[in-house]
């Protein structure tokens, strides 16, 4: 009987053993998603001389960011990852469907979304 209790103690230490090794990695992932979306949403702060376009409408840099970050926030329970970020909040406009774009200096004209899929690959 001593032999079964002390293998039963040993299950029991080992699956809290790894239990606890799991769950620093759980949250190191969401931390590091958050850092993407934060990079993400510095990068479009920083874009000089770029318009952003939502719902019809031209905003700076800086008020898309700040746009765009609210969003987020609004929305943070549904958006885990920074592809979730791109597709739920800095894609298209929950109110009209339509998409944002960003209008750089030369004229051109990009989806918003497609911009920043393609800075996150950079990441």
Known sequence: MTSKL????LCFL????????ILPA???APATE????????????????????RNGSEYSA???AKFIR?????NEKDIK???????????TSGTSGKPYLIRFKDGKETPCGEYLTAQLKKL
């Open 6 to 9: 002390i293998s039963q103690s």
């Open 70 to 74: 609210a969003k987020w926030e609004r």
């Open 14 to 21: 080992c699956f809290f053993w790894s239990a606890a090794a």
């Open 26 to 28: 759980a949250e190191t």
């Open 34 to 53: 958050k850092a993407k979306i934060e990079a993400l949403i510095s990068h479009i702060q920083g874009l000089e001389n770029a318009t952003f376009i």
């Open 62 to 64: 800086a008020n898309a």
């Open 81 to 91: 990852t920074a592809t979730d970020f791109i597709a739920k909040a800095a894609s």
